[in-house]
């Protein structure tokens, strides 16, 4: 398939609010009361990018964002400690500290966003893929809501546990997340809808993974069936 303009903008915008979900995640805001990662307003967004990779240009696709974002995501990680490790300025020192608390992740943090991402993306993919063959392409919002519900749910809680989990851990911070976040997919879905109908209109496709290969770690795949 050849790589469109429109594939790139949105492989650019999920790598976007992949990294800038993980970056402010470490935060951890108060809203109505409940408590609540600081990236529960972006890191969703990814998610509805990776259902309209999957429903309009299939999972092999989807499959090669999804690790192109945790490439993207390990070297900003990587530059992002060297910036720390770098001597700090005479007069730049006193935000040493600052640098640190947000952007100087704990191994901790790190395996925890990387492991809830991976498994929750391609849980999220293959769902999304799958049901659409089930469902012979009708239903989009029992697909996109769907796939959410299974791999935000694995996301959230290998995330938070692996993260947070320890003394004055509150559970409940699973289930809210896991909640907003549904809550926003669902809010989303007629701006998926326009997405994705218009896409597969100027694409003139619309991917049904018959005979894909669905192992995460397979990056080519034989050529699935297009339809549209």
């Known amino acids: 398939m050849n790589t469109s303009h429109r594939f790139i903008i949105i492989a650019v915008v999920f790598v976007t609010c992949l990294i800038t979900a993980n970056t402010i995640a470490v935060k951890v805001v108060n809203i109505w009361s409940f408590e609540l990662p600081a990236a529960i307003f972006v890191f969703p967004l990814s998610y509805i990018f990776g259902d309209i990779l999957t429903e309009v240009y299939g999972y092999q696709q989807a499959r090669k964002i999804i690790w192109l974002g ?28 600052a640098y640190v608390s947000i952007l100087g992740q704990t191994p901790r943090i790190l395996a925890a966003s990387f492991l809830g991402y991976l498994v929750g993306e391609f849980t999220n993919s293959f769902i999304l893929a799958r049901m ?34 320890g003394p004055g851990f509150n559970p409940m911070m699973i289930l809210n997340h896991w909640l907003a976040k549904i809550i926003i997919e669902a809010a989303a879905t007629p701006l998926t809808y326009r997405a994705v109908n218009y896409l597969k209109k100027k694409e003139s496709t619309d991917t049904y993974d018959y005979d894909t290969n669905f192992n995460p770690f397979l990056l080519r795949d034989r050529a699935r069936k297009p339809i549209g």
């Open 70 to 97: 945790f490439a993207c995501n390990l070297v900003f990680v990587f530059f992002a400690w060297v910036g720390q490790i770098l001597p700090a300025a005479d007069f730049w020192q006193d935000k040493q500290a």
């Open 132 to 165: 659409k063959i089930m469902t012979r392409g009708r239903w989009l919002w029992s697909r996109t809501i769907g796939s959410t519900v299974v791999g935000q749910g694995l996301d959230t809680v290998i995330f938070i546990v692996i993260a947070f989990a």
